[in-house]
């Protein structure tokens, strides 16, 4: 009976420090899911939702390991042929009307990317949440919409020494008990003095190439930009595709994708 | 004879009082608003000077010789402690700080925006800017990691002091850098283009972001216990400083802040329209006047023509009636000039003109006014110089004049 009782108390407390994954390992898996392990190749359309007006394009998106990204609009017309680039760090766009790749300053690393909510930045910068926050567990249940086996929200707090503008990041996932699937749910950033800025919500979960993915990623401005938001929806993903060589280069990015 | 000359020729300016009383006042209006104009524009120009090299262009700055942009040098000086060593010897130096210059992004949460960013060693920068002394909010810096940012940027960027400020920049080896920093405090200038865009960091923070070492810097500013050696400073040091061998360069305030001279140089030559012009109608003024009293008295001449008086005293005559105006308006005009200089100097002016210049610099809302001697000396010759000028043309007339035919004129 004793013995019983031991392993009843093992096992919760195995099943409330969070399966076999620590918080940094959910997040890392869920941050990887969109972009594939190895690699990608989306069809979105990003709708852009202002206050007085609203911009619908479709944008084809390449993804290669952690540093290399290529994303490419094919309508409206007057926006086709748009692409962007990115290399590690450096993000170059091309448009036809400069018919020439232009490299992003530093300096406008937060701004907009084709006049959405996201900015040069959240395309660079994807791992900072793994590598910037510590992860601390606030809650962890059976997943009240059945997405998933277990909801689980984390409190991402930065390194003093962090260069992140957020004060606190609450993200969410819903995941697999024994860990082979990760879905992030939702993402909300904070500022240091508590004020939401920015959320990021993940729904509508669709089997795709073989992987379950959420499928709409509406990305909602608050405070005084209140009332601008942004949705990505995937139409179609490829994952683990070999890419040529020359996909994430330059040429590419002036000449088009094939 | 001249004491008669001179008595004569004030009866005959008194006769008229009127129209010398109207001559009067015009080279006394002339005379004063001239002042008033020259103290202005020169104390408007000494405080934009005072202040633009207080908050930033200092003295001078040694800077590297391949820089072409003097407010953000672009070639770091390099290994250039020793600079400083140098400095700290010359008697009439008072202190120097080494300065870190670049262009980055200030990211908070709420929005980002591209600012200067001035790395300093905090207490050098105390004693050589006054930008401590426009701390509104929060206190200067006095640590590592930290910042302190414009009213402006605060506002645009949402946040106060004591919160998380990322500054990204382009290091050395192309990649961009970040860095988090504390506000330390917020400062208000009143000036748009400081507080909008002008951050300090602690030097050492801003060498990490660049990827610079601890002895590399864009510029050395460096303040006289007398702004007046600056010349000559400016000598020995290019000589100590072995300046065409280490490849550098000493720059004066007048080439880092060369916009601030030209602003004086435009300001000098309205001044100098103002003033031909202001003397072009005081001389008709006075040119009128002479000529009239000139034609009435035609008779009167040739009577004293007729009496003995030679041509050269009738026109001796003439120039002292208009020495007389001239003179008189000089004294008053002199006086009121330097009155309202006097009343400005301890009232001060409200000046909606410093407002527009503050939008570059620090500048207050009420100037008080000075001297300038220099200019005002210039104005006081014009007015000798006019009123003996327009005296010429009607002492010339009376020399022609033939006693006989004078006596006979209607």
């Given amino acids: ?22 918080p940094q390992e959910i997040v890392s898996k ?41 994303l490419a609009v094919h309508s409206p017309p007057e926006e086709a042929n748009s692409r962007t680039l990115r290399l590690k760090q450096d993000v170059w766009t091309y448009t ?65 020494e962090a260069p992140v503008v957020w004060g606190k990041v609450l993200w969410s996932a819903v995941l697999k008990s024994d860990g082979s699937e990760v879905i992030p749910v939702q993402e909300e950033d904070y500022s240091e003095r508590g004020d ?42 490829d994952f683990d595709l070999e890419f040529d060589a020359k996909t994430f280069t330059l040429q590419t990015l002036q000449r088009g994708l094939k | 004879m001249t004491l008669a000359l001179i008595k004569l020729a004030l009866r005959n300016v008194l006769r008229n009082t009127r129209r010398s009383g109207l001559t009067l006042a015009s080279v006394v209006i002339g005379l004063t608003s001239l002042f008033f104009l ?12 005072e202040r633009a090299n207080s908050v930033f262009n200092s003295h001078l700055q040694v800077q590297s010789r391949e820089s072409t942009d003097p407010k953000i040098p672009e070639i770091p000086l390099s290994g250039a402690s020793w600079i400083g060593e140098r400095l700290k010897e010359h008697p009439l130096i008072r202190l120097h700080s080494k300065r870190v210059l670049f262009t980055a992004l200030a990211a908070s949460a709420a929005n980002s925006i591209g600012t200067g960013i001035i790395g300093v060693d905090p207490e050098n ?26 009213a402006i940027v605060a506002r645009n960027l949402d946040i106060r002091a004591g919160e998380k400020l990322v500054v990204m920049a382009q290091s050395r080896n192309g990649a961009l850098e970040g860095k988090s920093v504390r506000v330390a405090g917020i400062y208000e200038t009143g000036s748009y283009t400081w507080d909008a865009s002008i951050c300090y960091m602690h030097r050492a923070d801003a060498q990490e972001i660049l990827g610079w070492e601890e002895d590399e810097f864009n510029s050395i500013a460096i303040k006289l216990k007398d702004a007046t050696e600056i010349e000559s400073v400016k000598k020995d040091l290019e000589k100590s400083l ?32 103002i003033m031909i012009v202001i003397f072009i109608i005081v001389a008709l003024g006075i040119l009128n006047t002479m000529l009239m009293s000139l034609f009435e008295r035609i008779r009167e001449f040739g009577l004293m023509m007729a009496l003995g008086a030679k041509r050269k005293q009738v026109a001796l005559l003439l120039l002292a009636e208009s020495a007389w105006l ?42 008080h006014l000075r001297f300038a001697w220099g200019n005002h000396f210039v104005a006081v010759l014009c007015v000798i110089l006019v009123s003996i000028l327009a005296g010429l043309i009607p002492a010339i007339r009376v020399t022609r004049l033939k006693a006989a035919e004078a006596l006979r004129h209607v």
């Fill in chain 2, 326 to 367: 001239g003179l008189t308006g000089l004294l008053w005009g002199g006086l009121w000039g330097m009155g309202i200089i006097v009343f400005f100097h301890f009232v001060g002016m409200p000046l909606p003109l410093g407002q527009a210049l503050s939008y570059f610099l620090p500048f207050e809302k009420t100037l």
């Fill in chain 1, 196 to 237: 939401l800025i920015r959320r990021i919500t993940l729904e509508n979960i669709k089997l795709m190439d073989g992987k379950r993915i959420p499928t709409v990623l509406t990305c909602e401005m608050m405070g005084k930009k209140a009332g601008s938001k942004t949705v990505l929806e995937y139409k179609s993903i």
């Fill in chain 1, 96 to 160: 036809r009307k400069t018919e020439h790749p232009i490299k992003i300053p530093y300096s406008m690393m937060h701004t907009s990317w084709m006049g959405s909510d996201f900015t040069y930045e959240d395309i660079v910068k994807l791992d900072s949440l793994v590598t910037q926050y510590s992860h601390k567990i606030l809650e962890q249940k059976k997943d009240p919409q059945g997405r998933s086996d277990i909801l689980i929200r984390l409190e991402l707090i930065p390194f003093e």
């Fill in chain 2, 242 to 273: 072995e300046i065409s061998a280490r490849g550098l360069k000493i720059l004066t305030w007048k080439d880092v802040g060369s916009e601030i001279v030209h602003i004086k140089q435009f300001q000098d030559s309205v001044l100098y329209l």
């Fill in chain 2, 38 to 49: 020259q103290s202005l524009m020169k104390s408007l120009q000494a405080d934009m000077v």
């Fill in chain 1, 30 to 70: 869920g941050q990887e899911l969109l972009r594939g392990s190895k690699s990608s190749r989306a069809r979105t359309t990003l709708t852009i939702v202002r206050p007085k007006f609203q911009r619908r394009l479709e944008v084809e998106s390449l993804h290669q390991g952690q540093d290399k990204s290529f």
């Fill in chain 1, 1 to 22: 009976m004793l013995r019983h009782g031991f392993f009843i108390v093992v096992f919760a407390a195995l099943n409330a420090h969070g399966l076999d994954l620590s």
């Fill in chain 2, 125 to 150: 920068e105390k004693q050589i800017s006054s930008i401590a002394g426009y701390i509104r909010d929060g206190k200067y810096l006095d640590g590592p990691r930290q910042i302190i940012i414009g």
